[in-house]
């Protein structure tokens, strides 16, 4: 645990399910406030308050969409009116879907763009001003994924939404150094949440995936949130426009593990 997270406020995007829930989790075991943001799983969002709670932290489910100006702007103001502050935003919120491009529509396109790339500007957007009003000393953490350096076939939108994450966090992290502002991004692998729950049932997914992972396994969402907590604490003081991977090693060639090339 990170004693200077004690009582610490953060919104955490997309936090209903999934490695959000993680975070949140782990957050409440630190102590931490949390606003948990959900779109539509109500009882998700409740489910992780009430652990974060039991964690012996304390929280509350906020329903926004994090692609609008407004939704991200509730959340913040939810943290001010409930917490009294604002010390971390995790832009979690993420989706994915697959289609081969020449047949991906523009809607896909633009829902998937919104929510991974124009909510994490959202979001960081509505926290910058937070801090920089209050002249803070300010934390952003954005979810990436390998797939921020991995292209990743039927996955175009996706892959390009994960892309503009990272230059968008070396980008600002460089922006509001001078200030105090630390802005970290995680690049998790492939991890045991709903989104991966339908590919990791089936025998043969699971294997294929797995052959992908140095480690030969399948991360745990507990383990991204162990990520997101010492980016969060001062023990990673001097640590800003970074990814983190949580992959397992996935990100390091492992075609090559054999030794051949
Ligand atoms: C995706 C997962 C996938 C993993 C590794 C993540 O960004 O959300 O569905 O398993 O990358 O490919």
Known sequence: MYQDLENKVAVITGASKGIGTAIAERFGKEKMKVVVN???DETGAQETVAIIKENGGDGIAVQADVETEEGNQLLLNQAIDKFGDLDLWVNNAGME?????HELSL???NKVINVNLTGVFLGAKTALAYFVEKNKKGNIINMSSVHQQIPWPTFAHYAASKGGVKLFTETIAMEYA???IRVNNIGPGAINTPINAKKFADPEQLAATTAMVPMKKIGEPEEVAAAA??????????VTGITLFVDGGMTLYPAFQDGKG
Not at 97 to 101: A, L, P
């Open 38 to 40: 959900y779109h539509s």
């Open 97 to 101: 879907n697959s289609h081969e491009t």
């Open 107 to 109: 809607e896909d396109w």
């Open 178 to 180: 001078e200030k105090n």
């Open 229 to 238: 907590a010492w980016l969060a604490s001062a023990e990673s003081s001097y």
